[in-house]
């Protein structure tokens, strides 16, 4: 039996998410690095890949409009971290195509985020494209801009 055979995705506050945040994206830094702006807003979206009750894999979505693509209906994607141990299992790419058909049922047209140089691949085969040159985030590293039309 695979790992994906014992999981279950589904949707949660933040609270549940910070501590893989943390972990996997703020490594060294301050707990409160992992909270977002719009994490507590009504229309966010925290979905977790959990086995016997830990999250293993976890990422958030919210609306938020960008400069570089016109949208009727923009979602951000922020946190998208796997714990270290459940890597390479296929588990983001599970929780990724069923938050794909959450948003699609909320009409979002494209999902946009700013994509870690590790993570370039993970995205691209999930139907991203890069948009624009690679570009530094403070304390976090070279990113990219990345956008998906769903």
């Not at 949660?12 to 909270?35: A, M, N």
């Not at 609306?63 to 979602?75: I, V």
């Not at 990113?143 to 998906?148: D, G, I, P, S």
Request: hydrophobic share 35%; proline share 3%.
């Amino acid at each position: 039996m695979t790992i994906k055979n014992l999981v279950e995705i589904k949707r949660v506050g933040s609270d549940l998410i910070r501590p893989l945040r943390h972990s996997e994206l703020r490594k060294g830094q301050d707990f409160t690095t992992t909270c977002y702006d719009k994490d507590n807003e009504n229309e966010t979206i925290h979905i977790a890949c959990l086995s016997q009750n830990n999250v293993i894999s976890c990422a958030t979505f919210y609306p938020e409009f960008t400069h570089k693509l016109k949208s009727e209906n923009p979602y951000r994607l922020r946190g998208m971290a796997t714990a270290t141990d459940f890597t390479r299992r296929g588990l983001g790419t599970m929780l990724m195509k069923n938050a794909f058909k959450l948003l699609q049922k909320k009409d979002v047209d494209i999902i946009w985020c700013n994509a870690r140089l590790g993570a370039l691949n993970f995205y691209k085969k999930l139907g991203f494209e890069v948009l624009g040159d690679i570009f530094n985030i403070k304390d976090i590293g070279p990113h990219y801009y990345m956008f998906k039309k769903i």
